[in-house]
């Protein structure tokens, strides 16, 4: 049984006539006589008194136009709401960005923006490098990309000509370590030659792990360490130091709690700081929705959160 027969079966209790009910559902008038037919079959009864003049419906056809009315009303409701979801889906912005920004930025951002609703996390890529944002943004496998960038020279084996960016806030890499018992780093920074740092490091051609790097080899003092694990996952890092494996340096927004309650502590002065800034990449192809939030940013002061 086919949903068009219901209507058919409408169609022909509201005309009463075969003619114009098959006038109304664009169908020849041998057709539409098949279909009742076939339909009746289908239900096992006579449904149409075809002895009156006009046609009249059985006691059975009466039953049956109620049941008729209300499968043909819930599969329009259905399909406007699935065009609904559709039409909402089309809209979303598929946005890539690291674990640690998805976990203390993004929500907040896009909120204050009033793009909450519409731009929807891409988890895939919380396990990506810096590079893989790019490509994504190329092959249109997201639509944006939040990423940390670092604000000081800093050699990036990155290929971002085909992109745009803004600027939408700032952030800070702060060494971190684990308290010993009176509340002290267990490690210090800088180190020394005979009793390097245990470092929880990032990938080396990472963003973080490069801005690092960077920001190092200007020290005037030298950082000793050495490296115990490299990890791409910052909420990884922090809790293995948590657990007093070593100290690293981590997003300030995401240690702002520990360092506040003391269950992480800093591993040196701010000296060690890495200045960051927070970039929103786009692909330079028209895009309607992410044109429409390229027009908002514009008219928006950027974001700066010490």
Not at 74 to 102: E, F, K, N, W, Y
Not at 111 to 121: F, I, N
Not at 150 to 165: K, N, V, Y
């Amino acid at each position: 049984m086919e949903i068009r027969w219901l209507e058919d079966f409408i169609a022909l209790a509201r005309t009463r006539h075969f003619s114009r009910a098959a006038e109304e559902q664009h169908v020849t008038q041998p057709t539409f006589s098949r279909r009742i037919k076939l339909l009746e079959e289908e239900m096992g009864v006579t449904l149409i008194n075809r002895q009156t003049l006009p046609l009249s419906l059985t006691p059975a056809g009466e039953e049956f136009l109620t049941l008729c009315e209300q499968v043909t009303e819930r599969v329009r409701l259905t399909r406007d709401r699935m065009r609904d979801i559709h039409a909402g889906q089309a809209r979303r912005v598929l946005v890539a960005a690291p674990q640690s920004l998805l976990a203390n930025f993004f929500a907040d951002w896009a909120g204050e923006l009033g793009w909450g609703e519409r731009l929807q996390p891409y988890l895939r890529a919380t396990g990506w490098v810096a590079s893989d944002y790019f490509q994504a943004l190329q092959r249109g496998e997201c639509d944006l990309a939040i990423c940390y960038w670092p604000t000081e020279r800093c050699e990036l084996d990155l290929d971002t000509t085909a992109c745009h960016f803004r600027t939408i806030g700032s952030e800070r890499l702060i060494a971190v370590t684990a308290p010993d018992a009176e509340g002290a780093p267990r490690v210090a920074l800088p180190g020394t030659r005979q009793q390097p740092l245990p470092w929880l490091a990032y990938p080396k051609r990472g963003l973080l792990g490069s801005a690092i790097k960077a920001h190092l080899s200007r020290r005037p003092v030298a950082a000793h360490l050495v490296a115990q694990t490299e990890n791409l996952y910052a909420p990884s890092i922090k809790e293995l130091i948590q657990l007093g494996y070593g100290m690293s340096w981590l997003p300030e927004r995401s240690v702002a709690r520990e360092l506040d309650e003391g269950t992480l502590v800093r591993a040196g002065g701010r000296e060690w700081d890495v200045a960051l800034e927070l970039r929103l990449y786009r692909h330079q192809k028209p895009h309607g929705e992410v044109d429409q939030l390229w027009s908002a940013l514009a008219a928006r002061q950027p974001r700066h959160t010490s």
